[in-house]
């Protein structure tokens, strides 16, 4: 596998479920991001991970929690979503979070379209 | 702080046209200028960046020139296809602030 990975690629799932979305880089980068894509919203930066450790976290409520285990790796743990929170979830990685163009260009998974009933 | 705004969409267009979208920026510093595209039930993908001023970023025929004196980064291609019916992401990066997307215009490109 080349690229962002992403799975699942669909899920739906009841206001008291526990699941957890995967995203895993191939590219050798240093930092991941999650994002949701919500309709007729713009994309919203939900947590930055630089080296394993979160750098960047955007007020996102507490149930959702992320994951790093290690730089090629990144979990969002989602639990006792409401409604709202169905979207399009999206993966990123760099080469770095600073230092230019080069190393801050972000590469994207396909994303977890996500529907919680 | 930064900020960028993209033309409202969606753009329509016929096969062969010329197409423009807009895109300005407020920014402290130098900013690095990013176009991303997202294909229907797919992520984004990088399709052309500029580091610089005056600096053009190209690929698949599609340009950009990074305006420093105007604030923009317009994206523009000569002649459209139904194959690039897609939202078009304008983005920037300062320093060590995120990457700030705008709101995306979607492209409709009919035969």
């Known amino acids: ?117 | 702080g930064n900020s960028v705004t993209q033309m409202e969409g969606p753009v329509t267009l016929s096969e062969e046209a010329f197409l423009t979208i807009n895109c300005t920026y407020t920014a402290t510093g130098y900013p690095s200028l990013f176009w991303y595209v997202q294909y229907p039930g797919e992520g984004l993908q990088l399709l052309l960046k500029a580091t610089k001023a005056d600096d053009k970023g190209s690929n698949k025929g599609f340009e950009a020139t990074y305006r420093k004196e105007t604030t923009s980064f317009h994206l523009e291609k000569g002649s459209v296809q139904v194959s690039d019916s897609a939202v078009y992401f304008c983005a920037l990066k300062s320093g060590n602030t995120p990457l700030v997307f705008g709101k995306g215009t979607r492209l409709s490109v009919i035969a």
């Open chain 1, 1 to 117: 596998e080349t690229g962002v990975t992403q799975t699942p690629r669909h899920l739906v799932m009841g206001m008291t479920n526990k699941k957890s979305l995967k995203c895993e880089q191939h590219l050798g980068h240093n930092a991941m991001y999650w994002y949701k894509q919500s309709a007729k919203k713009p994309l919203e930066l939900m947590f930055v991970y630089s080296l394993e450790e979160r750098v960047e976290n955007n007020s996102v409520p507490s149930r959702f929690s992320p994951e790093c285990p290690n730089s090629s790796h990144l979990f969002l743990h989602l639990h006792t979503l409401q409604p709202e929170d169905s979207a399009l979830y999206l993966c990123a990685s760099s080469p770095g979070t600073s230092g230019g163009a080069q190393s801050e260009t972000q590469y994207f998974g396909p994303g977890t379209r996500l529907l919680v009933l």
